[in-house]
């Protein structure tokens, strides 16, 4: 069953910790939804260990939080992050988040906040990512951690982290997409005018986030991006999709590289995956009409795909997310 507003996020804010993630967080998590989405989606608190909080590089003080029990009431704990990894953390944060983990709560940590909690013992054994500059540092501090250093964000269940700041924003639609369906993150994208589409597996370096202008011909993917969404459910191909560019496929396969980190295959099949969760959501009654529908294709296909990306078959897919559910 979806996760509703009983389900409690909360935030750790230390010292020195950077205010975007904490943004993103609020932004994500805390806001209103029962106007767009016609129900909340989370319970949302900040915590924090002291009354009084000097945030990143001293640029404002954080006060009229709760205090550190907080955190123990929380569904997902999203644990500090700070510029400064090599300060060791307050053992009261530790073990806040040694508690969580005990009791069977999600971490989620945001950008260094994957040596919060290596810090704490947590991650040893398991996937990981922290931003791409400290990842020498951690690999040397944490050697138990399985540390993914070229992605955007990795999920390993219970546990998530996010490589930087822009990444968290990923992380948490992903959250969004995980616990009530691509509808509600669509919407929550939607409002934050921000990509749904870019998946964990993207590179952490895009060559030309913003594509430069040229006197030349257009380069940028977006008016290509958008004439492909608008027929998934057609036999778009690669080849189709370059001869639609003018281009190559090494060309297009070199801009997309560039310019969304991902593939021209990887970003149309997970367009297609998406398209069929809508439809899913929607009440779409049978499996082989949404993977038509979607380009997926065939059933089978569309049973693979989305287990590989949900871990969910169609059926529980329904059950968790469509009209009733």
């Keep these: 069953m979806a996760q509703g507003s009983s389900h409690r996020v909360v935030v750790i804010v230390d010292e020195n910790s950077n205010p975007f993630e904490l943004s993103c967080a609020i932004e994500v998590f805390g806001l209103r939804r029962k106007a ?8 949302f ?4 260990p002291e009354s009084r909080t000097l945030m990143r590089d001293g640029f404002f003080t954080l006060t009229g939080v709760a205090g550190l029990e907080a955190a123990d009431t929380a569904d997902t704990l999203i644990v500090p992050n700070r510029p400064d990894t090599d300060v060791p953390r307050r053992p009261a944060v530790l073990d ?9 709560a999600r971490l989620v940590g945001f950008c260094s906040g994957a040596f919060t909690m290596a810090e704490a013992g947590v991650l040893d054994g398991r996937r990981a990512t922290a931003h791409w500059q400290w990842a020498d540092t ?3 501090r944490f050697p138990a951690v399985r540390l993914e250093p070229d992605v955007l964000f990795v999920d390993d269940g219970d546990i998530l982290t996010a490589a930087g700041s822009a990444a968290a924003l990923d992380l948490g639609l992903h959250l969004v997409r995980r616990d009530h369906g691509v509808e509600a993150a669509v919407s929550v994208s939607r409002r934050l005018v921000f990509a749904v589409h870019r998946d964990g597996g993207q590179r952490q370096f895009v060559e030309h ?17 958008e004439w492909a969404r608008g027929r998934l459910g057609t036999a778009l ?10 281009v190559s496929p090494a060309t297009l396969h070199r801009r997309f590289r560039a310019q969304l980190g991902t593939t021209p295959l990887a970003w149309l099949t997970a367009e297609r995956v998406a398209l069929a969760c809508r439809l899913m959501e929607r ?7 949404v993977a038509r529908a979607s380009g997926l294709g065939t059933a089978a296909n569309l049973r693979a795909q989305l287990r590989r990306r949900t871990g969910l078959t169609p059926s529980a897919y329904r059950e968790r997310f469509a009209p009733g559910a």
């Excluded at 806040?96 to 069977?104: D, I, P, Y």
């Design 36 to 43: 767009e989405l016609g129900r909340e989606l989370y319970d």
């Design 138 to 140: 951690f690999r040397t």
């Design 45 to 48: 608190a900040l915590c924090s």
């Design 96 to 104: 806040a988040v040694r508690r969580a983990h005990e009791r069977g």
């Design 237 to 246: 191909t690669v080849t189709g999709l370059a001869a639609r560019a003018a």
């Design 283 to 289: 009440g779409d009654p049978s499996v082989e009409s």
């Design 209 to 225: 986030p913003i594509p430069a202008p040229t006197s030349s011909a257009d380069t940028s993917l977006g008016p290509l991006l």
